[in-house]
């Protein structure tokens, strides 16, 4: 029964960093073949990848965003987070945290929050 649970704000003024955290239940985050994954998907628009932490503990980002993103961990409290910097109103999303199963591209989204709604406002 793995569960996952964004939490954050739900506004950030632009030129900000936009921080989330994913809890995740029911599963180590730290288990073998795991990609935990953040996601948004603007609005009237399609899904974007933003970055993921490996169970290892290597990250890795979507071009568009790597300048600004940041992805760690808290193996303690099974928690990985996301730091996007310097904010703009396009960055207004739902953001979502999904975990991958399966090594490489031999996998699949398994898991997914519900999603937290961001907007990027003065």
């Known amino acids: 029964q793995v569960q996952l649970q964004e939490s954050g704000p739900g506004l950030v003024k632009p030129s900000q960093t936009l921080s989330l955290t994913c809890t995740v239940s029911g599963g180590s985050i730290t288990a073998n073949y795991g990609y935990w994954t953040w996601i948004r998907q603007p609005p009237g628009k399609g899904l974007e990848f933003i970055g993921y932490?490996?169970?290892?503990?290597?990250?890795h980002y979507s071009p568009s965003l790597k300048s600004r993103t940041s992805t760690s961990r808290n193996t303690s409290k099974n928690q990985f987070t996301l730091q996007l910097s310097s904010v703009t109103p396009e960055d207004t999303a739902v953001c979502y945290c999904?975990?991958?199963?399966?090594?490489?591209?031999?996998?699949?989204?398994?898991?997914w929050g519900k999603g937290t709604r961001v907007t990027v406002s003065t």
């Open positions: 932490i490996s169970y290892s503990g290597n990250t």
């Open positions: 999904a975990g991958w199963a399966g090594h490489g591209c031999e996998g699949a989204y398994v898991y």
